[in-house]
Every structure is written in C-alpha cells, then in structure tokens.
C-alpha cells in the first residue's frame, strides 16, 4: 500500500501507455468473431500484467498474445488483412515494446523530468513515421497485399531476415567484446 | 640463452566501456519478436507479418546507430560549508555525457544520513543527458540534527539506444557533513566563584567586557550599545565602540555525563535525547562565557575521556563545537571518580557538570568533586516528558519508585552543596550560580588547592 502511494506521476503516464497500447493491440488483433465485452476483461488483464511489470517477460508474452491473435484471425477466421488495420496492429505492437522498454528503466516513485517523456514521444513518433513510409512502399510494390504467399513477401522477408541477423550480430558482440 | 624479460607481461585492461553497457531485456524482445514475424512471413508467405515486424526493425536498427560506449562521469558536492542543525543544506549530483551519442536517460539516486531531510531525497531523479553534456539534479533541505552525518553515495543508471542499452549502477563516493549544534539562548549571571587574575592588578590581555581600553573599532554583531564611542561615530558617520580588555579569567569546565543516554532523538523540531540536551547545552554554555572573555574547557566522562584544553576565544568556540561532534554516550564498566578527575581541573575553575543522573557513578562523582573542593553545579539533562515502555504491570509504579529515588539522589546532592538545575536555556544557571558564588567567598577548611 504504500509503495502504491508513493507512485510519481511520470512513471505511471509510462506505464498507462503501456497497458492502453497492449491493450488496443490485442482489440484490434483479436477475431472479429470474438470481439465482445466479454473479450476486455482478459484483454485488460494482459494489458494490465504488461503495465504492472514492464521489465519482467510478461510485455514478450502479451506482444506474442497480440501475434498469435493477429494470424489467427487472418488465417484460422480468414479475415482480410487491410492495409490500415495491420498498420495500427503494427504500431500498438511497438509502442507496447517500446513504451514497456522506457517503463522499466524508471522506478515507480521517480520525478521524472518532462524532457525524458517528450524526447521518447519524439522518438517513437519518428519510428511511426518511418514505419509508414516502409509499410508504404511495401504496399506500392507489392501488387496484392493479402495474406496469401506471394514472391514479394518471401524476397522481402528474407532480406530482413539478413538485415535482423546483422543485428543479432551486432548486439551479441556487445557482450562478447 | 633466452633472456626473459625483468618486468612482468603487461595484462591487458580491463574494457569497463564495454562492460559497462549491457544490453537490457527490451533488446532480446525486440530482436526475437521480428525474427520470429519474419520467419513467420517467409513460412506463411505472408506479408502483413511484415509490416508488423517493421516497427521493431526500424527501432532498433536506429538505436543500434546511437550506441553509447563511453563511462560517464558522476560528481557529488555539496555548497555548505558551517551548517548548523535547523539550516538548510544543498546538494548537487552532476551526471557527465562524455560520449558522442546522447543518453535517453540518467536514473539517480542519492543515499543520505536520517537527519538530512532533503526535499525528495528518498526518490530516484530522472534527467536527461544530451551530448557532450552535464546535466545536474539538485536537492535542498534541512539538516534536523548535529552530528558527523554522511551525504551519499550518489549513484546513477544510464540508458541509451532507446532503452536497448542501459548502464551498470555507477557510483561516487560518500561526503562527511558536519553539522554543528543549535545553541539554545543562554544569558548567565556574571557571578563567578572565583576568578583567577585579580580585577585592577593584572589586567587581561583578551579582549572582552572590562574597564581596560584597548583602542576604538567599528561596531560588529554582539557589541553592547553602551560601548559606543559617540564622538568617533559622528566624526566617521559610522559607528564605532571602545573596545576593552577582560578584566576577568575564571575557567569554566563543562562535564558531560555521556555513561548514559535516553530519551527519542527527533531533531531540532521534535524530542531531544539526554545527549542532545547536553550537547545543546554545552554549547550555548561555552558560547556564552567564551563571548565573555572566559576561558572554557571541556571533559567528557565516559569511556573515551576526551578532555579539550582550555582556551578564549572565536577559535575556541569553534573547537569547541567540533568535539561536541564526536560525544557520543559509550556505558563504561570503570569510570573514574571525583577526586580523580578533580586532580585535573583547576582549584578556581566553575565546574558544570550536564548530567541526566541515570547512573549511580554520577552521583558519585559529583560528590567526589566537591569534596576536593571544586566549585561544582549540575545541570540535569533529562528531558521532560520522558516516557517508558510498558513492559509489564509493574513498569509504572517500578517508574515512580525510581522517580522518587531520583529526586532523593538530587536532595542528597543537594545537602552536600551541589545545586541540581534542570536545563531550560536562558536564565537556568543563574539562581545556582548565585550560590556558588555566595560558597566560594565563604572560608574553606581542608580544600585543596
């Protein structure tokens, strides 16, 4: 209770953040035959798991939640996978990611300077942008964006496949070094 | 023949830069979830996976460009530098960017004494530290107690590369505080049992309040009104007084009882422990009498036995303040007696003893002093208000039984011509000092000298 108390108000901005962007992510990733009232409550238990510990593995399970949720609605309910809904999948999934990352770092009872939040929202915002400018011309050079196997998304797919095992690369000699 | 060499091969350094940032878990995370999306696309053929991975992808191939290698530089300091329990203390912790890439972050925390009361000093700061920059957080506070109290150690948790990267703890050293004890006003009588140089055949060469010019000075903090030289001051339109030479050297000897303490140590704004009130007391004591031209001395009785010489004076104050700082109450199984520790204090000197009498020693030794003939008043140091636990339903009349033994302890001292004061800072001494000084000008039998 009175750790609870002493919770500054940066540190709880971050992890609202948090729990609304897990939370938004698994709504909108969810079947549509599922999506009820009754569906918030273990969304918002997740969501909510996500906020209350943001350093620990339950943010990889909920975001794995928001994946799995996402392929089974297109693949197991075959609902079509718009442009605009994938997107904002897309974006939920990095702000829970990302935001979850910030949280972790502050204590629950810091003052946090202002500056901190912003320059992270600039961040992020800037990462949004760039995503949609990919997502972007994904969409104009693809000639079908529908979740059906396509040459494009196996070229496209392994070249990022490469450029991710550049940065495993990378990261892992941190530690090596 | 091969020639080894004299000095032993050079080990290589340690690499702290690189050990010190490490990647955190939100970096697994980000690079396990987009090579599973990916992997999943290629598998499924699906390129919407992709467009989920790329967020991710985006994010942290552009932290991995801003990637801290650098150790940062963390300062502690503190601006006060004669605090006095009460005032206000500031405290800076500078966190230093020396790399080429900023910091999202900088989580600091500072460790500090429970008597340092600083203004969100029990919560972590979060600052940003840009490039080639230092950013500092400051706290402000009252110190509440005296003492020798510790500031830090400051430490500080950097995280860069969008919260990919993040520093082990970095931490500084701790800083000594002293701060001094609040003298409580105190004003005595001037009535001195016995002084040692006599008034009007050797005059003193301190300065102080007496008869003997020793020239004309501006006037400062502290000087009486009726010392002012008119005819100086209007001839300089600033004011001036005539300042005198003691014609007074008694030695005053302050006797702290530190065999026992009691009693809830709050600070300056709650309850004060028997040590605080002797250390207040003394203090306000010696502050009064040095300001007098006195010459002021002080023995602690317990344990350590620390004795300061005696000595007038600005400096002495000053000293005198500095080994308060240090009295702290150690139960000693031997303790010397009166007579013993009057073998080392002068015949003339005024002896106040700031005892709270828990222990029968004291008594003892309060006895033995003026029995060698030693001009002695007790200062009762126990604070008002005292409460006990109640640790059965005998504690309160076993309380009052003491109370009653106490108080029949004081009369007995009393009987034997050491007044018992209770401390109550302005005035407290004067009635007893009367006494003394009434006893002192009566015939002594037997006193050693």
């Known amino acids: 209770m009175r750790r609870t108390l002493r919770t500054a108000p940066g540190p709880l901005a971050v992890r609202g953040i948090v729990f609304f962007a897990a939370a938004a992510g ?121 979740p059906t196997t396509s040459t494009f998304a196996v070229l496209g797919g392994l070249g990022v496949v490469a450029a991710i095992v550049a940065v495993l690369a990378k990261a892992a000699g941190l530690r090596r070094r | 023949m091969a020639l ?61 460009t801003r990637r801290p290698t650098a150790m940062p530089g963390l300062r502690l300091s503190t601006v006060e530098s004669f605090p006095v329990e009460g005032g206000y ?42 490039r080639g920059v230092a950013s500092a957080v400051e706290f402000s506070g009252p110190a509440v107690r ?11 948790v950097l995280v860069g590369a969008d919260g990919l990267l993040a520093t082990r703890a970095v931490v500084t050293g701790a800083l000594g505080v002293k701060v001094y004890p609040m003298t409580e006003a105190f004003v005595a009588d001037e009535a001195m049992p016995r002084a040692a140089g006599l008034v009007g055949q050797h005059r003193s060469r301190r300065p102080g309040e007496g008869g003997e010019l020793a020239g004309v000075r501006q006037f400062g903090p502290g000087d009486r009104l009726r010392r002012i030289d008119w005819r100086v001051s209007l001839r300089t339109e600033r004011l001036h007084v005539a300042a005198t030479l003691s014609d007074r050297d008694a030695e005053v000897v302050l006797l ?13 704004f709650g309850s004060a422990s028997v040590l605080d009130r002797t250390v207040r007391a003394s203090a306000a004591i010696a502050e009064h009498y040095l300001h007098l031209g006195d010459r002021v001395s002080l023995i602690e009785y ?43 204090i002068s015949a003339d000197a005024l002896v106040v003893v700031l005892t709270p009498l828990l222990d029968a020693r004291s008594a003892g030794m309060l006895a033995g002093l003026v029995r060698a003939g030693r001009f002695v008043v007790a200062v009762d140091t126990l604070p008002t208000g005292l409460t006990v636990p109640n640790a059965g339903t005998w504690t ?14 004081i009369g007995q001292l009393a009987e034997h011509g050491v007044p018992v004061v209770a401390w109550a800072g302005a005035g407290s001494l004067d009635t007893v000092l009367r006494d003394v000084a009434r006893l002192a000008s009566a015939p002594k039998v037997g006193a050693r000298r």
């Open chain 2, 4 to 64: 080894r060499p004299a000095a032993p091969p050079r080990e290589p350094e340690p690499a702290y830069e690189e050990e010190l940032w490490v990647p955190t878990r939100a970096l697994s995370r980000a690079v396990l979830l987009t090579a599973l999306l990916v992997l999943a696309s290629v598998l499924l053929g699906r390129a919407d996976l992709v467009v989920l991975a790329v967020p991710l992808a985006i994010s942290v191939a552009l932290a991995m």
């Open chain 2, 256 to 268: 702290l009882d530190l065999l026992a303490d009691a009693g809830r140590s709050e600070g300056i």
């Open chain 2, 302 to 344: 317990g344990s350590s036995a620390r004795r300061l010489r005696p000595a007038s004076g600005r400096r002495q104050y000053i000293t005198v303040l500095e080994w308060l700082l240090d009295a702290h109450p150690v139960p000693a199984a031997q303790e010397r007696g009166g007579a013993q520790l009057a073998a080392g």
């Open chain 2, 146 to 156: 005296w003492g020798r109290l510790t500031l830090g150690p400051a430490s500080a």
């Open chain 2, 396 to 409: 309160g009349l076993a309380y009052r039984l003491w109370k009653v033994e106490r108080e029949n302890t």
């Open chain 1, 26 to 146: 698994l709504w909108i990733a969810a079947p549509a035959a599922f999506v009820s009232l009754r569906l918030l409550l273990p969304i918002a238990l997740a969501a909510l798991f996500a906020a209350l510990f943001p350093g620990g593995r339950v943010v990889g399970v909920t975001m794995t939640l928001i994946i799995v949720s996402w392929i089974l609605s297109t693949l197991a309910f075959g609902e079509p996978a718009g442009i605009g809904r994938t997107f904002m999948t897309a974006c939920a999934l990095y702000l829970t990611h990302s935001a979850a990352a910030l949280a972790a770092m502050l204590p629950h009872d810091a003052i946090v300077d202002n500056q901190v939040i912003i320059r992270w929202a600039g961040r992020s915002a800037m990462v949004i942008v760039a995503s949609a400018a990919v997502t972007g011309i994904v969409v104009l050079l693809a000639t079908r964006f529908t």
């Open chain 2, 89 to 130: 203390l500031g405290a800076t912790i500078e966190v230093e960017n020396r790399d080429t890439v900023g910091y999202d972050l900088a989580v600091l925390r500072v460790q500090r004494s429970r008597w340092l009361r600083l203004e969100d000093g029990d919560r972590p700061h979060v600052t940003l530290v840009p």
